[in-house]
């Protein structure tokens, strides 16, 4: 695969990260800090994906997980998208980015 071509699809991907919000939270996952991993196999257009909650009894999770999968598998390039849900190292807010910590008043 043109270099060109996995670089927009790895663009694409954390587009699609982007749009994905928890419920509760204004913010996307991607800013939030939630997405840990992010594999693209360019051989078979796989993808593996390790991301986090914010709290680890939080009820929507698979609301949340599904959602993230669905985004994925809809980006030309990506065959598959394996999800996994994660809990180490734990969330904090220090993962968030700087856009995210404005957003939600913690700057």
């Not at 078979?44 to 598998?73: F, H, N």
Request: hydrophobic share 40%.
């Amino acid at each position: 695969m043109e270099e060109n071509k996995k670089l927009q699809i790895e663009e694409s991907i954390v587009e699609a990260l982007k749009t994905v919000y928890d419920p509760e939270i204004p913010v996307n996952i991607y800013d939030l800090g939630l997405i840990y991993k992010v594999d693209y196999h360019e051989e078979d257009g796989t993808l593996d994906v390790d991301m986090t909650l914010t709290a680890p009894g939080c009820p929507l999770a698979d609301y949340i997980v599904e959602d993230v999968r669905q985004k994925l598998v809809a980006i030309e390039g990506v065959t598959s998208a394996v999800v996994n849900l994660v809990f180490e190292p734990e969330w904090t807010q220090d993962m968030m980015s700087e856009e995210a910590k404005a957003d939600l008043g913690f700057l």
